[in-house]
């Protein structure tokens, strides 16, 4: 069964980094596109990136164009989001995703558990 577990997500302050990891297991994790998504308190998921099979092509939201990087180690089957310059408005749980495919036409096909991210001082 495909299974997507996130982790790393806590309180960090203002202007602070946090990396948060998401393990991917059941699947051959190297051959499909991955997202991340996040969902604040009272409002609706938000897309905030992606990643191609190999870590090549990657694409962001606006608002984290800059500060957000995310990354992929296919040998540990593990992709990665490192955010820095963090903003309250920034709080949510985050989310991973796998799509149906390395297809960029594809579409996502299976959401993961979140993990909390608090920015607060």
């Known amino acids: 069964d495909v299974q997507l577990q996130a982790c790393g997500g806590g309180l960090v302050q203002p202007g602070g980094s946090l990396r948060v990891s998401c393990a991917a297991s059941g699947f051959t994790f190297e051959n499909y596109i991955m997202t991340w998504a996040r969902q604040a308190p009272g409002k609706g998921p938000e897309w905030v990136s992606s990643?191609?099979?190999?870590?090549?092509?990657?694409d962001y939201a606006g608002s984290m164009k800059g500060r957000f990087t995310i990354s992929r180690d296919n040998a540990k089957s593990t992709l990665y989001l490192q955010m820095n310059n963090l903003e309250p408005e920034d709080t949510a749980v985050y989310y991973c995703?796998?799509?149906?495919?390395?297809?960029?036409?594809?579409?996502?096909?299976?959401w993961g558990k979140g993990t909390q991210v608090t920015v607060s001082s």
């Open positions: 990643i191609n099979w190999n870590g090549a092509i990657t």
């Open positions: 995703a796998k799509w149906y495919s390395s297809n960029w036409a594809s579409g996502v096909d299976y």
